[in-house]
């Protein structure tokens, strides 16, 4: 099955700093999310994208559809305390008939701020 | 609006018992998925329904596990007899037809000692 590769795993960053993480498939999607999961928490939807080489903004996360399809990325600037927590990228291919929905999910990319 | 609704949101049973989980997708939304999640193999589908029916439930580990919808507004999961490897916690997840975004709950967290 779709196996979506995430980088990095952690990261430790700056208050202040900006943060880019990706994730790469051997597949391609026709769509790309992007979550967010805070402990003891679902992951919560934060940003969509539908056509390949979209670029879609949500205040300081920009997310981009690749071109070939098979990979995204996730931009946060100016990254602030609140910004911890884990982040997941998914990747959906839609399948034949009445659709498929499912999401295949990366192992998600753990940010911590320091002040 | 209500969002997505599981409880309870934490389950410590012992080996060999029954354990369901229960899910209210968000009002609507006619598809409704079971996710399970470890720090081992990350989030898991383990099957989604559309319109109550189950689609696909290639991702069930084993009869152990089942899934129900009765209705657009409930669904359970159901573990018998449960295992030391069945904890983890569990996500129920809803989205609306030809809406690729799915919402999930706030999870279950399922201990089995």
């Known amino acids: 099955g779709q196996q979506l590769n995430q980088s990095p795993q952690s990261m430790f960053i700056q208050e202040g700093e900006d943060v880019s993480m990706n994730c790469t498939s051997s597949s391609i999607f026709n769509t790309w999310l992007w979550y967010k999961q805070d402990p003891g928490e679902g992951p919560v939807l934060l940003i969509a994208l539908y056509k390949a080489g979209e670029l879609t903004s949500n205040g300081r996360l920009t997310a981009q559809f690749g071109i070939t399809r098979k990979d995204s990325f996730l931009n946060i600037s100016a990254s602030i305390p609140s910004d911890v927590g884990i982040y997941f990228c998914a990747g959906q291919l839609r399948g034949p008939g009445a659709g498929s929905y499912q999401l295949t999910f990366g192992k998600g990319t753990k940010l911590s701020v320091i002040p | 609006d209500a969002g997505v609704i599981q409880s309870p949101r934490h389950e410590v049973t012992e080996m060999g018992q029954e354990v369901t989980l229960r899910c209210k997708p968000i009002s609507g939304h006619d598809y409704l998925f079971w996710y399970r999640q470890t720090m081992m193999r990350g989030l898991e589908l383990l099957i989604y329904?559309?319109?109550?029916?189950?689609?696909?439930d290639s991702g069930m580990p084993e009869d152990r596990f089942s899934a129900k919808m009765p209705n657009a507004s409930f669904s359970t999961l159901k573990i018998q007899p449960s295992e030391p490897r069945d904890s983890a916690v569990y996500f129920c997840?809803?989205?609306?037809?030809?809406?690729?975004?799915?919402?999930f709950g706030p999870g279950t967290r399922l201990t089995v000692l």
């Open positions: 329904f559309n319109n109550n029916v189950p689609i696909d």
């Open positions: 997840a809803s989205s609306l037809q030809g809406a690729y975004t799915q919402y």
